[in-house]
């Protein structure tokens, strides 16, 4: 478990996942058989014609006792009259035990362009290779943000994070047992490394759960994540 644990932390980080509306904040608690793995703050701010997004995980309870792990993402951009968007910053900051990774990333129309790796990273996808992604940080606004109902469970997108080239997908969507929407998804590599070497079936599976606001939208509250060591819950408490 303890080698096992810091793995998991450090994937969690990856997509770590909430949203918010504009302006607004939104704090997550992620737990594993009941164990609070860490805390994820997610905020917005949508205009007519730009977004912008950030989140910050950070372990805390059991997860503090065995690795500490803070990541931070911001992303920024247009959004496009079809309603697509279109990134053109993108930054991340992680300290895991001590050891610093930033990386900063522009887009160049649909290109990417890694401004900033440190330290500099050996296994790196090259930025051509991920042409007409978005980056992470986008991926994660596009699946958290707040929505019309009708458009529940209608996300196929790339992310790309410097390192990888990935596939956000969700599919079939339903409702449980209280009546609220809810929807399967996967996240899968497209190119590149998986950290570690646990991403891909780490987050291969996940269900998600919508919650209605009170603008008659709806926003994801909910999300199990279907791991190798049991269920990964992250959710609003």
């Known amino acids: 478990m303890r080698v096992l644990f810091p793995r998991i932390a450090a994937l969690l980080v990856l997509v770590s996942l909430g949203s918010a509306a504009s302006g607004?904040?939104?704090?997550?608690?992620?737990?594993l058989a009941g164990l609070k793995l860490g805390t994820l703050a997610y905020s917005d701010n949508v205009?007519?014609?730009?977004y912008a997004a950030s989140m910050r995980f950070q372990t805390g309870g059991f997860a503090g006792l065995i690795s500490s792990v803070t990541f931070e993402a911001k992303s920024q951009g247009r959004r496009v009259p079809n309603g697509d968007l279109s990134p053109t910053k993108y930054s991340e900051e992680s300290l895991r035990d001590g050891e610093r990774e930033v990386t900063e990333i522009v887009w160049r129309g649909k290109t990417?362009?890694?401004?900033?790796?440190t330290p500099a990273q050996p296994d790196r996808l090259e930025p051509r290779?991920?042409?007409g992604s978005v980056d992470l940080m986008t991926g994660?606004?596009?699946l958290f943000r707040a929505i019309p109902s009708e458009d529940a469970c209608q996300l196929n997108t790339m992310t790309y994070d410097g390192k990888r080239l990935m596939r956000l997908k969700l599919s079939e969507p339903g409702r449980d047992r209280s009546g609220q929407m809810t929807c399967t998804g996967g996240l899968s590599r497209l190119k590149g490394v998986a950290p570690?070497?646990?991403?891909?079936?780490?987050f291969e599976a996940f269900d998600m759960t919508y919650r209605p606001l009170p603008d008659n939208r709806i926003r994801v509250y909910r999300m199990v994540l279907w791991t190798p060591v049991g269920p990964i819950i992250l959710a609003v408490e």
Not at 24 to 31: C, P, W
């Open 196 to 202: 570690q070497g646990m991403i891909d079936t780490m």
């Open 112 to 117: 990417p362009e890694i401004t900033v790796e």
């Open 129 to 131: 290779e991920a042409t």
């Open 24 to 31: 607004e904040q939104v704090t997550f608690v992620l737990r």
């Open 47 to 50: 205009g007519p014609s730009s």
């Open 140 to 142: 994660m606004h596009l």
